[in-house]
């Protein structure tokens, strides 16, 4: 089974991100991590070659995101948890969940676009697709 575009691009921004935003030393303990990117940017490549259409918008606005995930993610997985205190890492959380519908959002749009892959679905679920979004609030206001 091939891997969705959706999940395609989701995986190569987070990458991407990976490789600008790792050190030297992180980059080489994550001996795999030129590769993977590599093998994702030739699964865009072969996906564009077989006629499909790839919307720079899907790349930017999930590299923004994922970004985002990143920035509020990045002291917690440090172990920082308690520097920051249990009320901010519930903040980051909830804010976390919020980008995630996000996310979900733009995944779904490129499954409904290009009609490759599933929409992923959340049921009883705060970060439920509920339709557009708007990558640059910072908390989704979704109609």
């Not at 987070?14 to 790792?22: A, P, T, V, Y």
């Not at 002291?75 to 959380?93: F, N, S």
């Not at 705060?126 to 979704?142: E, I, M």
């Amino acid at each position: 089974m091939e891997m969705p575009l959706s999940e395609i691009i989701d995986r190569y921004t987070i990458l991407k991100l990976k490789m600008e935003r790792l050190s030297d030393a992180q980059k080489n303990a994550e001996a795999l991590l030129a590769h993977e990117f590599a093998t994702y940017s030739r699964a865009l490549e072969e996906f564009k070659s077989g006629g499909v259409s790839i919307k720079s918008e899907w790349l930017d606005d999930l590299y923004k995101i994922n970004g985002r995930c990143w920035d509020l993610e990045a002291d917690i997985r440090q172990g920082k948890e308690g520097d920051l205190g249990l009320e901010e890492v519930g903040r980051r959380a909830i804010m976390i969940r919020d980008i995630n519908q996000k996310r979900v959002a733009v995944k779904n749009i490129i499954a409904r676009e290009t009609g490759l892959g599933f929409q992923e679905v959340k049921i009883n679920h705060a970060s439920a697709d509920t339709g557009s979004y708007d990558v640059d609030r910072p908390n989704p206001t979704l109609s």
